[in-house]
RNA sequence: CGGGGCGUAGUAUAUCGGUAGUAUGCAUGCUUUGGGAGCAUGAGGGCCGAGUUCGAUUCUCGGCGCCCCGACCA
C-alpha cells in the first residue's frame, strides 16, 4: 500500500481526552479514532489488525471444530425474559431500544440466549450434537464509566464461541481443548509468555471458571500468579479452600495486575432448561443440552498489545498481527524504492511504502510511531552497491543486505 | 452511581470583564533533505442556553460533552 494514498495521519501530541497509552497511540497513529466516550472507529490499519487477530482466531477455533456465524445485534425482551436477565437489575449494561411497531428490543452484549434459543432449531437428537460455533461480533454494553482506550469500551469486537454437547464429560472434554487452542491464539499474537490461565469465579454451575489473563499494569484485575505452575487466581477466589484445591500457598503467589482477555464458562444444563433446548438420547428420553461460553476481546488484545510492546517512539507490532510486515522508506531513491516495491507487492507481501515527499526524520518518526516490524531503508547509501538497511523495529537492531537478497528473500 | 477535574483553531496550550496569543498541523513560495528543518505570506478559534453587565470567552446558574479515582464488570 502507499502511505500517500492513506487517507489517515500520524500526530505528534495526543488528544489531552486521552491518558490511556493505547489509545493515545493508536490515535496518533492513526489507527483509531474516537468517536465518543468507549466508542472508537478503526481505521484502515486498525481495522489491518483487527482482521489479523480475527484470522488467527478464527483458525485455531475451526482447528477444534468451530463453525463460523454471525448472529444480529438486535435481541428480543422476551427471549431474556425466560431466563430472568433482561430487567436492569439483574442486568446494568443493556442498551435498549423500542421498535416502531411497538415493543422493545435490546442490542447484544452477549449472546448466549439468542444463540441458545436458535439452536432449537437445529438441534433435536444426540445425533446432532456435539455442536460447536463462534462468531466475532459487535457487543455493545453499556457501561457506567468507559475507560482505559479500547481495554474497556461500550462497544467492543469479542469472539464468542459456544458448546453444544450431550453430557458433562463430552463438554468438559471441549472445554479443555479450548484451554489448548486459548493458549495458541495468545501465542501466535505475541502474548504467550505472560498470559496465564486463572481460576476465577465460576457462578452457580461449576466451581470455577477460567480466565486467560495477561500480565500488564494496564489491566483492570488483580491476580495471583503462581509462575512455576503457570497458574494464576483471579483475586476474587483467593480463599483457602481454592488454594488447598490448587495445591499452592499463598506465599507461593505473586500479585500483578493483568487484563482478561479471554474467559471459558461452563453453564452446565440449566440455560437450556430455561430456553427449551432439549436432545432426545438413544433412547429416547430427553436432557437438556450441556452448555459452554468461550470469549476473547479482540479489541481488548489489540490494546493489551500496544500496551505491552510500545516504546518512548511508539506502537511496536508483533509480526503475526502488524498491519504490514514491512515499512518501505525512500530516501532520495525513489526509482529504486519503486521497484523493490513492485517486486514485494508482485509476491503478495504485506508492505507499506512510504512514498511521501517529506524529510527522513519525519519518515522515521512515522515509521516508529506506526510500529510496523520492519523498516526497510532505501537511500542514496546503498545506491552504489544496491543495498538496502532492514532495521528490526522492536530490536533496533538494522542490517544491510542486498536489493536482490532482500527483495527474493 | 459517589467523589474530583476539565471544555479556547484540526491538535496541544496561554491570556483576559473591553481587538483572543503561541506552537504544531494546513495552504503558497524560496531554501533545505538520514531522526518530526529554516524563512516569508495566508486561511483557521471561545461547547450550548439563560442571567449579571454599557460590554461575557472570562462571573453566576442550567444543560451537554470529556477525563480521572472508587463502585460495577454473567
Known amino acids: ?17 486521552e491518558v490511556a497509552k493505547n489509545a493515545q497511540l493508536l490515535i496518533r497513529a492513526g489507527f483509531i479514532h474516537k468517536e465518543m466516550a468507549g466508542a472508537y472507529s478503526f481505521l484502515p490499519l486498525g481495522l489491518m489488525v483487527i482482521e489479523k487477530i480475527k484470522q488467527i482466531v478464527r483458525e485455531e477455533m475451526n482447528k477444534i471444530g468451530g463453525q463460523e456465524i454471525i448472529m444480529t445485534s438486535l435481541q428480543r425482551k422476551e427471549l431474556w425474559e425466560k431466563t430472568d436477565r433482561w430487567d436492569d437489575e439483574k442486568v446494568d449494561v443493556w442498551f435498549k431500544s423500542a421498535l416502531k411497531s411497538g415493543g422493545e428490543v435490546g442490542f447484544g452484549w452477549s449472546h448466549e440466549e439468542p444463540i441458545t434459543e436458535m439452536m432449537n432449531s437445529f438441534i433435536s437428537s444426540y445425533r446432532d450434537l456435539p455442536v460447536y460455533v463462534y ?19 461500550r462497544e467492543f469486537v469479542m469472539k464468542d464461541m459456544y458448546s453444544y454437547t450431550t453430557s458433562e464429560e463430552a463438554h468438559k472434554k471441549f472445554y479443555d481443548l479450548t484451554k489448548g487452542a486459548y493458549m495458541r491464539v495468545f501465542e501466535r499474537a505475541g502474548l504467550g509468555d505472560r498470559t496465564f490461565l486463572t481460576f476465577a469465579s465460576g457462578g452457580a454451575f461449576t466451581k470455577f471458571s477460567h480466565e486467560f489473563q495477561t500480565l500488564t499494569d494496564a489491566g483492570e484485575d488483580v ?3 503462581h509462575r512455576g505452575k503457570k497458574i494464576a487466581i483471579n483475586k476474587e477466589v483467593l480463599l483457602p479452600e481454592v488454594l488447598e484445591e490448587l495445591g499452592v500457598k499463598e506465599a507461593e503467589l505473586e500479585e500483578v495486575k493483568a487484563a482478561e482477555v479471554g474467559n471459558i464458562f461452563s453453564f452446565g ?28 476481546g479482540i479489541t481488548r488484545l489489540m490494546g493489551t498489545v500496544v ?11 508483533p509480526e503475526s498481527i502488524a498491519p504490514f510486515k514491512y515499512h518501505l522508506i525512500d530516501l532520495n531513491s525513489k526509482e529504486r524504492a519503486n521497484k523493490i516495491y513492485k517486486a514485494l507487492a508482485d509476491k503478495g507481501i504485506e508492505v507499506l511504502f512510504d512514498d511521501r515527499d517529506t524529510r527522513a526524520g519525519e519518515k522515521f518518526a512515522d515509521a516508529d510511531l506506526i510500529g510496523i516490524p520492519y523498516q526497510v531503508i532505501v537511500s542514496e547509501r546503498g545506491e552504489a552497491e544496491k543495498t538496502v538497511e532492514v532495521k528490526n523495529r522492536m530490536t533496533g537492531e538494522t542490517k544491510i543486505i542486498s536489493e536482490e537478497e532482500f527483495v527474493s528473500s
Open 135 to 153: 462468531q466475532f461480533q459487535t457487543k455493545m454494553r453499556n457501561e457506567l464509566r468507559a475507560k482505559s482506550g479500547i481495554m474497556r469500551g
Open 307 to 317: 500496551e505491552i510492546f510500545a516504546d518512548d517512539k511508539g506502537i511496536v507490532w
Open 269 to 296: 444444563g440449566s440455560k437450556s432448561e430455561q430456553l427449551g433446548l432439549r436432545f432426545n438420547d438413544e433412547k429416547g428420553e430427553a436432557h437438556p443440552v450441556i452448555l459452554g461460553s468461550y470469549g476473547i
Open 1 to 17: 500500500m502507499l502511505q500517500n494514498q492513506l487517507f489517515t495521519k500520524t500526530r505528534k501530541e495526543a488528544p489531552k481526552d
Open 223 to 225: 491476580i495471583y500468579l
